[in-house]
Structure formats: structure tokens, C-alpha cells
């Protein structure tokens, strides 16, 4: 990820700290320091108090990452940002019981940290009289050893309940899923897990506003569009996944030819509904001109240019038996609005966002028409 620095490698996964990290710090110490009115030893609290967290969301996060590694699920790498971690997971296989584990993994860790501080407190004395876990959530920590041992079993405590609530992004909505999974088809499954996610956005949103609680309003807000979020992709990867590129593409597309210029780029742009040109050399794919590239050209080069001065020459084709999804999922992940089609090594046609949209649409509700318009 961009604006990270490596702090440290552990089995194989690099663990970055955002540039944005040194925020919290200051926010920590502004928060335990001056808000509490315990001045520059509250603040040293914060800072301190801050890294513990931060090294204890590392552990969480090496909770789900060791699990997946232990289903060959490669890890490339945990991230720190200001609002948590994140273990950028390869994939999320779709067997319920390795969703599960991976998912539980986490929080697991930290009630496993939780119960082990409690029994060294409870039967060594460490730590002194555990004190009510929400006065140290919003920072009042002495600059002991105590408080610290407090923050450190409340955040563990924290981290384990506030990542098992039942909802997407949270881990508790994956382990509700694959418990859904484990008794109904897996699309079926994340649909209910979606609801029910949304549902308690709901409430703890109704919850928030009722009490005055802006933070509880904005963690249900977060947590409505992840449940959604998580919902659609699961469902483009369910009805594009058994579609090929075959089904969606135009064949009407326009191409231009290497020599031909930037004006008539502009020209074939105007009167017809594409914006991205792949270029041939008659039957042979050369380049493909987007539409962006087009408009920058316009800014350095006359009209006259030819398009071959300006295209894209790498293109990576699409042919029409690939994958609808893996051609899509490409698509976003290089922010490309078209590929050209190629068979045989003959051009043959161009797949747009726009035209996987429209398949996505109609197969989602009709897939029979949809499979006789294939055959044609
Ligand atoms: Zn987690």
C-alpha cells in the first residue's frame, strides 16, 4: 500500500505503518493529556498506551493471517492505519469452516490476551482493582503500571466484542456467514448475513441518535455500506462468474487505424456511443486509444497527430472464452473502462464497463434470455 513504511517482517508478511499513523499519536496524546487534564503525564499515557494498541491490533491481525497461511492463503502484507489494521488476504476462500476459522482467529487472540491478564491480575495481584472498562476507553490514565495493565485488559476486552458484532466489515459478520454457509448456498448466506448486519446498523444507529452518541451513528453508518458493499461483490462474483466475455461484448465496435489522427478520433467520439478506440491494423490489434488518453493528447499535440503516437500499445486482450469475472475484477483493479476482444488473433470486438453492466443487470434478473442471446 502507498504512504506505508515497513516496520517489520513476520512469516513472510511485511507489517507497514501508514504515513498517517503519527496522527493518532498526537490525537492520544492530546485525548489522555489535555482532555483529561492530567497534563504531560497523561500524555506520555496516551503515547504509550496508543503503541500497546497498535501492537495488539498487529497481533489480531497475525491471528487472521497465520490462520489463512495455514489454508495456503498467501498474505502480502498488514497495514496500520489510523482507524485499525488490516491483513491484505490473497482471497477469502468460500469453504465455510476455513472462512470461519480465519475469521475468528482474530478475536480469538485478544480474548486469549484477555483471559491470560485476567488470571495474572486475579491469582498474582498484577495490575491492582480492575476498574470500570469505560473510563478507560476515553482516557483517564494515570501514568502507572496499573493503568496501564487496565487500558491494555479493557482494549483486548474491546477489540474481541467490538469485532464479534454479527456484520460486515466486521470479522463477527464473516463468522456469521460461514455458519449461514455451512447450512444454505454461500450467496444465499452472505444475502441473510447482509441483512441482519444492516438491521443492526439500524439499531445501533437509532441507538446513537436517541442517546446523543455521534460516534455510535457514524460506526453505524460504517458498518450499513461495508454489509452492502460486501453483498455486492459477492453477488457480481456469483452471476459474472458463470458468464464469459463471449456473452457481453460489442461487436459493433469501432476501430480506428494507426495512421488515422487525433481529429478523427474526436469525430468517431461524437457520433456514436464509444470512447475508447481499440486501434488495428486491419484485422490485427496494435494499441487501444482510451478516452482519457485522447483528451490529454489534445492538451500537447495537434490534431493532426496520428493515434498511433498516443495509444496504448501493451494491450492485455480479453478473448471471448475468458472469465466475465476475472476479465471484470481486471478491469477495476487497472481502472480501465475497456478491453478489446481478440480471437484467433483476429479483433473481434470491445468489452466496456458499460456493456458488463448491462449483462450483469439482465442476468441477474433473466438469465434465460440471457443465455439465448449468447447463442446467436
Ligand atoms: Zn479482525
Given at each position: 500500500?502507498?504512504?506505508?513504511?515497513?516496520?517489520?517482517?513476520?512469516?513472510?508478511?511485511?507489517?507497514?505503518?501508514?504515513?498517517?499513523?503519527?496522527?493518532?499519536?498526537?490525537?492520544?496524546?492530546?485525548?489522555?493529556?489535555?482532555?483529561?487534564?492530567?497534563?504531560?503525564?497523561?500524555?506520555?499515557?496516551?503515547?504509550?498506551?496508543?503503541?500497546?494498541?497498535?501492537?495488539?491490533?498487529?497481533?489480531?491481525?497475525?491471528?487472521?493471517?497465520?490462520?489463512?497461511?495455514?489454508?495456503?492463503?498467501?498474505?502480502?502484507?498488514?497495514?496500520?492505519?489510523?482507524?485499525?489494521?488490516?491483513?491484505?488476504?490473497?482471497?477469502?476462500?468460500?469453504?465455510?469452516?476455513?472462512?470461519?476459522?480465519?475469521?475468528?482467529?482474530?478475536?480469538?487472540?485478544?480474548?486469549?490476551?484477555?483471559?491470560?491478564?485476567?488470571?495474572?491480575?486475579?491469582?498474582?495481584?498484577?495490575?491492582?482493582?480492575?476498574?470500570?472498562?469505560?473510563?478507560?476507553?476515553?482516557?483517564?490514565?494515570?501514568?502507572?503500571?496499573?493503568?496501564?495493565?487496565?487500558?491494555?485488559?479493557?482494549?483486548?476486552?474491546?477489540?474481541?466484542?467490538?469485532?464479534?458484532?454479527?456484520?460486515?466489515?466486521?470479522?463477527?459478520?464473516?463468522?456469521?456467514?460461514?455458519?449461514?454457509?455451512?447450512?444454505?448456498?454461500?450467496?444465499?448466506?452472505?444475502?441473510?448475513?447482509?441483512?441482519?448486519?444492516?438491521?443492526?446498523?439500524?439499531?445501533?444507529?437509532?441507538?446513537g441518535f436517541l442517546n446523543g452518541g455521534f460516534f455510535l451513528i457514524?460506526?453505524?453508518?460504517?458498518?450499513?455500506?461495508?454489509?452492502?458493499?460486501?453483498?455486492?461483490?459477492?453477488?457480481?462474483?456469483?452471476?459474472?462468474?458463470?458468464?464469459?466475455?463471449?456473452?457481453?461484448?460489442?461487436?459493433?465496435?469501432?476501430?480506428?487505424?494507426?495512421?488515422?489522427?487525433?481529429?478523427?478520433?474526436?469525430?468517431?467520439?461524437?457520433?456514436?456511443?464509444?470512447?475508447?478506440?481499440?486501434?488495428?491494423?486491419?484485422?490485427?490489434?496494435?494499441?487501444?486509444?482510451?478516452?482519457?488518453?485522447?483528451?490529454?493528447?489534445?492538451?500537447?499535440?495537434?490534431?493532426?497527430?496520428?493515434?498511433?503516437?498516443?495509444?496504448?500499445?501493451?494491450?492485455?486482450?480479453?478473448?471471448?472464452?475468458?472469465?466475465?469475472?476475472?476479465?471484470?475484477?481486471?478491469?477495476?483493479?487497472?481502472?480501465?473502462?475497456?478491453?478489446?476482444?481478440?480471437?484467433?488473433?483476429?479483433?473481434?470486438?470491445?468489452?466496456?464497463?458499460?456493456?458488463?453492466?448491462?449483462?450483469?443487470?439482465?442476468?441477474?434478473?433473466?438469465?434465460?434470455?440471457?443465455?439465448?442471446?449468447?447463442?446467436?
Amino acid at each position: 500500500m502507498g504512504g506505508s513504511i515497513q516496520l517489520l517482517t513476520v512469516r513472510g508478511i511485511s507489517i507497514r505503518m501508514h504515513l498517517t499513523f503519527p496522527l493518532i499519536l498526537i490525537w492520544a496524546m492530546l485525548q489522555f493529556g489535555a482532555f483529561s487534564g492530567l497534563g504531560w503525564s497523561g500524555a506520555l499515557f496516551g503515547a504509550l498506551a496508543t503503541l500497546l494498541l497498535f501492537a495488539i491490533v498487529v497481533l489480531h491481525e497475525l491471528g487472521h493471517s497465520v490462520a489463512a497461511q495455514h489454508y495456503g492463503v498467501p498474505v502480502n502484507e498488514i497495514v496500520l492505519l489510523p482507524i485499525g489494521g488490516v491483513a491484505q488476504l490473497k482471497y477469502i476462500p468460500e469453504k465455510p469452516i476455513q472462512e470461519f476459522v480465519i475469521a475468528i482467529a482474530g478475536p480469538a487472540v485478544n480474548i486469549v490476551l484477555a483471559v491470560i491478564l485476567y488470571v495474572l491480575n486475579r491469582v498474582f495481584g498484577v495490575g491492582g482493582t480492575l476498574q470500570d472498562p469505560t473510563t478507560m476507553i476515553f482516557g483517564f490514565g494515570q501514568l502507572n503500571v496499573d493503568s496501564m495493565f487496565n487500558y491494555i485488559f479493557t482494549v483486548n476486552l474491546f477489540l474481541a466484542g467490538f469485532n464479534l458484532i454479527p456484520a460486515f466489515p466486521m470479522d463477527g459478520g464473516r463468522v456469521l456467514r460461514a455458519l449461514l454457509a455451512s447450512r444454505m448456498e454461500y450467496g444465499r448466506a452472505t444475502a441473510v448475513a447482509v441483512s441482519i448486519g444492516q438491521s443492526l446498523a439500524w439499531l445501533i444507529g437509532l441507538w446513537g441518535f436517541l442517546n446523543g452518541g455521534f460516534f455510535l451513528i457514524l460506526i453505524a453508518i460504517f458498518i450499513y455500506m461495508g454489509a452492502g458493499y460486501e453483498g455486492q461483490s459477492v453477488e457480481l462474483r456469483r452471476v459474472l462468474g458463470k458468464l464469459t466475455v463471449r456473452q457481453a461484448y460489442s461487436r459493433q465496435a469501432q476501430t480506428l487505424a494507426p495512421n488515422a489522427s487525433l481529429r478523427d478520433a474526436i469525430d468517431r467520439t461524437l457520433q456514436s456511443l464509444q470512447a475508447d478506440f481499440p486501434i488495428c491494423d486491419g484485422e490485427r490489434l496494435v494499441g487501444l486509444l482510451t478516452n482519457k488518453q485522447l483528451v490529454q493528447a489534445l492538451d500537447r499535440h495537434p490534431p493532426e497527430t496520428p493515434v498511433s503516437a498516443i495509444m496504448t500499445r501493451d494491450v492485455q486482450p480479453a478473448t471471448p472464452g475468458d472469465s466475465l469475472f476475472d476479465v471484470q475484477q481486471r478491469m477495476t483493479e487497472q481502472q480501465l473502462d475497456a478491453v478489446p476482444v481478440v480471437e484467433g488473433g483476429r479483433f473481434v470486438g470491445l468489452l466496456t464497463l458499460r456493456d458488463v453492466g448491462e449483462v450483469f443487470r439482465i442476468a441477474s434478473t433473466r438469465p434465460d434470455l440471457l443465455t439465448e442471446t449468447a447463442r446467436t
